[in-house]
């Protein structure tokens, strides 16, 4: 009787052990790291998109959007800037693709209530906001360790309880 105890909670612990995998984040697999910034911008505002150059991604890298006109990063670069189109429809989400050599992957851009104050009439083609984007990709990348403990605290919890009950069980049928 003990034995089937204890599979049943290597079972369950198995089972929310696996449901815990977000399977977006499983599904997207990349060999070159990207981003836009800002990840929220207005109408008519500007981006930067980034590439990281690494062995996956040495040559011209090429970004699209439906929110702006194709932008290529040339492989001496790492980043470039692209003007969203100004009908381009507050708070919804477009998908920003990345292709360089034989890699590609997929950001997002949101596109925030409000609209810039005035039309830009010069649109420099490369202009960095920021420095550059570290610290992403490894094992953690796009994962947030607060969910993973809390996830982990309750996959434990289940399993002691269902321990607890199989012993009460158990000591109850003995005497």
């Keep these: 009787m003990r034995a ?17 995998v977000p399977a977006a984040d ?10 836009v910034m800002p990840s929220t911008v207005a ?3 500007e981006v930067t998109v980034r590439v990281e150059r690494n062995k996956a991604c040495q ?11 194709m ?14 189109d100004w009908d381009a429809k507050p708070g919804a989400v477009y998908d920003v693709e990345f292709e360089c050599d034989e890699s590609s992957g997929t950001a997002q851009l949101t596109i ?6 005035h039309h830009p009439t010069h649109h420099p083609t ?21 969910k993973i403990g809390l996830g982990a605290a309750l996959i434990a919890g289940s399993l002691g309880v269902a321990h607890r009950f199989s012993r009460r069980r158990t000591d109850e049928d003995a005497g």
């Design 112 to 117: 925030a209530g409000g609209r810039p104050t």
């Design 43 to 45: 109408a008519g505002g």
């Design 71 to 84: 932008v290529t990063i040339p492989a001496e670069e790492s980043w470039a800037t692209a003007v969203v």
């Design 4 to 20: 089937i105890g204890l599979a049943s909670a290597v079972l369950l612990g198995a089972g929310a052990l696996t449901s815990c």
């Design 59 to 69: 040559g011209e890298a090429a970004v699209n959007s439906p929110v702006f006109d």
């Design 26 to 35: 499983a599904a997207i697999r990349t060999d070159f790291g990207f981003s």
């Design 126 to 146: 490369r202009h960095p906001h920021k420095g550059v984007h570290a610290g992403e990709g490894g094992t953690f990348a796009g994962f947030d360790l607060k």
